[in-house]
C-alpha cells in the first residue's frame, strides 16, 4: 500500500492555470514546468537600493536538480524532489514533505541586471541574488 499525501496547493495551481488558459487565450506560451508543478517553495524576497535578495527553503534536494531561468524580466526557478521510496521491510506511517515537481517565477517591478544574478544552495535554501539595474538605483547629487 502506497501513502500519498493530498495536496490542496495542487487543486489551487489546477484551477489558477484553467483561469489563466481562459483568460489568456491562445496568445500566451505554454510553460511546461508551470504546467506539470504540483507544489510552490516558500521564499523570502527582500529589497535594498541595490539588489533583491530571494530566498527559497527547498531542503533535500541537490543543486542540480534545480534549475533557474530568467528571461523577459522574469525569473522562474523550478526543479524536482523525490518522494520517499517505500520499502519492503518497513511501514511508512506519514508522510508530510511535499515531493514532484515545483515551480516559481517572478516578475520584478524595476529593472534588473540579468547579467550578474547569482545563486547559492547551502543547507536546503536556495539564495537568488537579483541585481537592480544601474539607472534604476538611487544616485547621490551633490549641491554647488
Not at 510553460?31 to 541595490?50: F, K, L, N, Q
Not at 542540480?64 to 531561468?69: A, F, V
Not at 530568467?70 to 520517499?84: D, P, Q
Request: charged share 35%; glycine share 4%.
Amino acid at each position: 500500500m502506497t501513502v500519498v499525501r493530498w495536496n490542496p496547493l495542487n487543486d489551487m495551481m489546477n484551477l489558477q492555470r484553467e483561469f489563466n488558459r481562459v483568460f489568456n487565450g491562445m496568445e500566451s506560451k505554454r510553460d511546461e514546468d508551470y504546467e506539470s508543478a504540483v507544489w510552490s517553495p516558500m521564499v523570502d524576497i527582500v529589497e535594498d537600493e541595490e539588489k533583491y535578495v530571494l530566498s527559497f527553503d527547498i531542503p533535500g534536494m541537490k543543486k542540480d536538480d534545480i534549475r533557474m531561468h530568467f528571461a523577459e524580466g522574469t525569473l522562474k526557478i523550478s526543479g524536482e524532489r523525490k518522494a520517499i521510496e517505500e520499502q519492503t521491510e518497513s511501514t511508512c506511517h506519514r508522510v508530510e514533505r511535499l515531493s514532484g515537481k515545483f515551480y516559481r517565477s517572478f516578475t520584478f517591478p524595476t529593472q534588473v541586471n540579468s547579467d550578474k544574478i547569482s545563486a547559492r544552495y547551502e543547507d536546503g535554501v536556495l539564495t537568488v541574488t537579483v541585481p537592480k539595474a544601474e539607472e534604476v538605483k538611487p544616485r547621490q547629487i551633490s549641491i554647488n
